[in-house]
């Protein structure tokens, strides 16, 4: 029998598994679907580790927390550490100045042409110079194989935590149907645009079609995202392209001629509060609603989850039943 057994391989239980391992547990991974792929919410996820940025939004816990993401991620995979910008239309100038207030850790930038040249034509945008992204595919791909060096393999099997013996790690987000758990649907699409160029993600301010902009490699763009309270889990509306491609257009007109390569939808699981928690049930710990924080957060619940397993520390972020 493992030390622990982790149910889910989205990246809330892949870095369960991989704190686990690293504190010297026996490692048990499982999920229905085997490895992480489309079939999951973290598959569609943008990427960014943008704590401060988050803190226009969120709670004070996931700016605190978030802050140890990048260095957790930087162990696995490749992050890029080039900041963040929040933009907006002349129109909209007056949602900057409320970002702004809401937020720390960011400078006011005027001139945007030695920060991102293609955006120049905006005229004002605020800078969080300590944040950065990552490729959430190949973050699970790189996490996937940390862990089999490891020697935890990823087992496909539908289980429930009952069905196993031993302490479990249950990481299996909407699946887990724990009272309290919601889901918000989240839509997004994956454009080619190489004659764009942005080296840093890129949030533009709307009053009602807020956007962000991820850069990948061969000179594609994550564009997301919708935020529904829904568990519709049918493919992308056409309502949501539209908006997120009208948001795109704004912020550079080129994106017009742009491929559309991909189209996604999933539901995030979130609690009544948005903040991301592990919940204490006997021998069952339950690490669930991290919302639209998953690569953000899920270092921060792993690492007190295994706290807990190992020394038996509660902290902040678990919660007894």
């Given at each position: ?14 870095c369960?598994?991989?704190?686990a ?11 229905r679907k ?10 569609w996820?943008?990427?960014?580790l943008?704590p ?14 978030g802050?140890q ?27 900057l100045?409320?970002f702004?207030r809401r ?31 990552l ?14 060096e ?10 429930a ?34 004659e764009?160029?942005?080296s ?31 568990t519709?889990?049918?493919g ?9 491609l009208s ?22 699981p ?17 690490l669930?609603?991290?919302f ?30």
């Amino acid at each position: 029998m493992a030390d622990v057994t982790v149910i889910g391989a989205g990246v809330a239980g892949l870095c369960a598994a991989y704190a686990a391992s690293k504190a010297g547990l026996d490692v048990r991974l499982i999920d229905r679907k085997g490895s992480p792929g489309a079939h999951g919410c973290s598959w569609w996820a943008g990427g960014m580790l943008a704590p401060f940025c988050e803190g226009a939004v969120a709670e004070p816990v996931i700016v605190s927390h978030g802050q140890q993401a990048a260095a957790f991620w930087a162990k696995v995979t490749e992050v890029t550490h080039r900041g963040s910008l929040v933009v907006a239309l002349q129109r909209d100038r007056e949602e900057l100045a409320r970002f702004a207030r809401r937020t720390t850790r960011h400078v006011g930038v005027d001139d945007l042409a030695a920060l991102e040249p293609d955006l120049a034509h905006h005229k004002s945008a605020l800078f969080f110079e300590d944040e950065a992204h990552l490729d959430p595919r190949l973050a699970l791909s790189d996490l996937v194989a940390a862990l089999a060096e490891t020697g935890v393999q990823i087992e496909q099997a539908e289980v429930a935590p009952d069905d196993i013996q031993g302490p479990v790690i249950d990481a299996r987000g909407m699946a887990a149907a724990l009272p309290g758990l919601r889901g918000v649907r989240g839509e997004m699409v994956v454009l080619r645009a190489p004659e764009i160029r942005l080296s840093r993600p890129v949030r533009l301010l709307h009053p009602r079609h807020p956007l962000y902009i991820v850069p990948r490699a061969g000179g594609a763009f994550m564009l997301g995202a919708t935020q529904l309270e829904s568990t519709d889990r049918r493919g992308v509306t056409a309502r949501a392209v539209l908006e997120l491609l009208s948001a795109a257009y704004a912020l550079d007109p080129r994106f017009a001629e742009a491929e559309i390569l991909e189209t996604g939808a999933d539901l995030r699981p979130a609690y009544p509060d948005n903040i991301p928690r592990v919940t204490l049930c006997g021998r069952v710990l339950r690490l669930n609603g991290l919302f639209r924080h998953g690569y953000l957060m899920a270092p921060a619940l792993a690492g007190q989850a295994v706290e807990y397993l190992t020394k038996g520390i509660k902290g902040d972020l678990v919660h007894e039943d």
